[in-house]
């Protein structure tokens, strides 16, 4: 008994549903290809074009009419060499090597240079069907980039030992220098401890001075005096009051000069203490008023009773 069904229909669908599955996953690769940042290339065992993404023909430079499914290796591969799209010539003769010779080395990385400088790097590896996928990576910045480290390196120890030089003799300049000014030190502290002896035997000096020249004005004064005391004419006694006034107003310079050279000696000493000001003011009154009243001036006096803190001898000498 033969049975015999027709199963046309089963076939037709089974072939249906395998190619939607096969469209479904080509679609889903044909995506992720687009999407990598590598140029991607799928060849079959017969090295013809099975898959690839855009990026794969932007980055060799490729026109649209030349990459299209079936296309052979050999094909683009011909195209390359009559355009001189590659400069390096022997890494692309051994691309092609290795693709007619794939099954003995099962991967192989090369780098290939562009006639306008791009610097691509080639990766390829066989599939276990026979064929073979190749990626190319733009490495043109990398490779730049190691090249500047490379001589950047080959010239640090060149530019640390020119550094190195210069900081020696600026360390031997900066060490002069600070012999200098340690010799210009001790030069000014020489010339400090002279000026001040000097400016030391100067006050010595105008201290024994005015002191030596007051005894005989004091004397003089005195002699004055006396001569006004004595008989005489409105005349000479005009004359002995001028004479009188100007020796005055010599002892009161060369007081003058001798406060200065005890202000020089530092001899000066201070006692401040708490006072009551009117011992100074009222004192003052009493001797300018009769000045005053010489000179046919008025002269306005204000009682105080402040307290102030000060050196009673200098403070009535200011004022």
Not at 13 to 38: I, K, M, N, P, Y
Request: include cysteine.
């Amino acid at each position: 008994v033969i049975f015999q069904t027709d199963i046309s229909d089963l076939i037709r669908l089974e072939r249906e549903r395998r190619e939607r599955q096969l469209d479904v996953q080509s679609r889903l690769l044909q995506a992720t290809l687009d999407h990598l940042l590598q140029g991607i290339c799928v060849f079959d065992d017969d090295r013809t074009l099975v898959a690839w993404n855009d990026r794969f023909r932007t980055t060799l430079g490729l026109p649209f009419n030349l990459v299209k499914r079936r296309i052979s290796f050999g094909q683009i591969s011909n195209y390359i060499a009559g355009t001189s799209l590659i400069a390096s010539h022997s890494e692309a003769e051994r691309l092609a090597k290795w693709v007619a010779n794939r099954r003995e080395e099962p991967s192989l990385s090369i780098e290939l240079l562009r006639s306008d400088g791009i610097i691509l790097e080639a990766n390829c590896t066989v599939m276990p069907d026979g064929g073979f996928v190749a990626s190319f990576t733009d490495v043109t910045a990398e490779r730049k980039a190691r090249e500047a480290l490379r001589e950047a390196k080959q010239t640090l120890e060149q530019r640390v030992e020119e550094r190195t030089a210069e900081l020696t003799e600026l360390n031997e300049t900066l060490r002069r220098e600070i012999a200098d000014r340690l010799a210009i030190e001790q030069e000014l502290i020489e010339a400090k401890e002279t000026a001040e002896e000097a400016n030391r035997g100067k006050t010595r000096f105008l201290a024994a001075a005015s002191h030596d020249l007051l005894q005989p004005l004091n004397a003089a004064r005195l002699f004055l005096s006396s001569l006004s005391e004595s008989e005489g004419t409105a005349d000479q006694f005009k004359l002995i009051e001028k004479v009188d006034m100007a020796f005055l107003s010599v002892e009161e310079l060369l007081e003058t000069l001798l406060y200065i050279s005890r202000l020089d000696a530092g001899a000066i000493d201070t006692n401040i203490q708490d006072f009551a000001l009117c011992r100074i003011l009222d004192a003052l009154e009493t001797e300018f008023r009769p000045l005053a009243q010489q000179k046919g001036l008025g002269l306005r006096f204000v009682p105080t009773s402040a307290v102030v803190r000060s050196d009673q001898k200098y403070l009535r000498r200011i004022i």
